[in-house]
């Protein structure tokens, strides 16, 4: 089943060129564009949209109003940012309001549809350039020595603890009596505390900081 995807950035060339990498792509349709915030809102209140490419910088409303709507009000919808702006607090921001993916203009295409094949399953998977910038940030705001809990629950320790063993979300979802699409909130949750976008990374940060036993 083809999924329909909308895209939202103000430039007419830019949609143009992602509508391009698309056409080559079987499993979506690019079925909407919007040109500025205001245009892309009332696009989802109006249509059957299943993933969003949002960008920052726009007239009207921004693309943090867009990604406050879509949180607010479509929270199953699935939208992956894609912005010129790499710096951490914008990057923070959008993950923390709930995108599922941040890329910068310039991914490759391969890294373009390995994120939003990933988002469209309700998974978060970031740009390699992004990662880095927010495990960097982790590794400057802690001086050695010192740890960091990250305010994680005892819920999401005890996630976290199982991925470190190597369990699946179905069996972890099963052991905590919980449904996969909780376990997967839980996890994203979890990096975005934490500053990742990997399970890997979430994991050597808990170990790292005496949050987590794998013994």
């Avoid at 792509?25 to 919007?34: G, K, L």
């Avoid at 050695?144 to 190597?166: C, F, H, M, W």
């Amino acid at each position: 089943m083809t999924s329909k995807i909308m895209i939202v950035d103000n430039h007419f060339i830019i949609r143009e060129g992602i509508k391009l990498i698309f056409e080559s792509h079987s499993d979506y349709d690019v079925a909407y564009e919007a040109a500025d915030g205001d245009e892309a809102i009332d696009i989802i209140k109006k249509s059957q949209v299943d993933l969003v490419l949002l960008d920052i910088k726009m007239p009207k409303k921004d693309g943090f109003e867009v990604m406050s709507f879509i949180h607010d009000h479509f929270p199953d919808l699935p939208v992956v940012v894609l912005s010129t702006f790499d710096n951490v607090v914008n990057i923070q921001r959008m993950l923390k309001l709930g995108a599922k993916g941040y890329l910068l203009k310039d991914a490759s295409t391969e890294t373009i549809f390995t994120t939003i094949d990933s988002a469209i399953t309700g998974n978060m998977v970031l740009q390699n350039q992004i990662s880095d910038i927010l495990f960097s940030q982790n590794h400057t705001e802690t001086s050695p020595g010192e740890t960091q809990d990250y305010n994680l629950s005892e819920k999401e320790l005890k996630i976290l603890s199982r991925v470190a063993r190597g369990v699946k979300i179905k069996l972890i979802a099963l052991e905590m009596h919980l449904s996969e699409r909780t376990i997967k909130s839980n996890l994203t949750d979890i990096y975005i505390k934490m500053n990742v976008s990997t399970g890997v990374q979430a994991v050597a940060l808990a170990v790292k900081n005496n949050l987590i036993d794998i013994d």
